[in-house]
């Protein structure tokens, strides 16, 4: 059994002109929003084995305030330059190369690309709005499988709700 949750960045602020995408930080609503999302997870009981984060500071900033939720230590997140701007055959390729003895993987990132994997591994249009989390549970014991074996289980789960 394997678990990935694709986690979108939480909002972030465009109000610095001075900084390049990368360097984006979280807005006041993001700061919130992301801890927030973590502990939703946490009462859920939701553990990651392994933490994958862009290297973007709004994506690993809301990976450092989820992990902390999570009690996953926020020095263990593998920050991967694969999950900015990448494409989706490239963030599958990631998660494929995944060691098996990871069941729990989360990834941190952006869109268009996590909306666009998550709507291929659903099978039908998946929206991800700031903060979300998408959750496929599948039935393999590699990682390989996932793209090629449909999910037994999929959800999103957002701020707003």
């Not at 009981?45 to 709004?58: E, G, H, N, W």
Request: with cysteine.
């Amino acid at each position: 059994m394997k678990t990935l949750f694709l986690v979108r960045h939480a909002k972030s602020g465009r109000n610095d002109p001075s900084l390049s995408d990368r360097e984006r930080p979280l807005n006041e609503r993001g700061l919130d929003e992301a801890p927030a999302m973590g502990k939703r997870l946490a009462r859920r009981q939701v553990k990651a084995d392994l933490i994958v984060s862009s290297p973007a500071v709004r994506a690993l900033t809301t990976a450092q305030l989820m992990a902390s939720e999570l009690g996953y230590d926020d020095k263990a997140i593998v920050i991967d330059e694969q999950l900015y701007a990448a494409r989706v055959e490239d963030l599958l390729g990631l998660i494929r190369a995944t060691h098996g003895k990871v069941d729990r993987l989360m990834l941190f990132g952006h869109n268009p690309e996590f909306s666009d994997l998550a709507s291929r591994l659903a099978g039908g249009q998946v929206d991800m709005p700031t903060c979300a989390v998408a959750e496929f549970r599948y039935d393999i014991q590699s990682w390989y499988d996932v793209g090629t074996v449909g999910p037994m289980r999929s959800s999103v789960d957002e701020p707003k709700h």
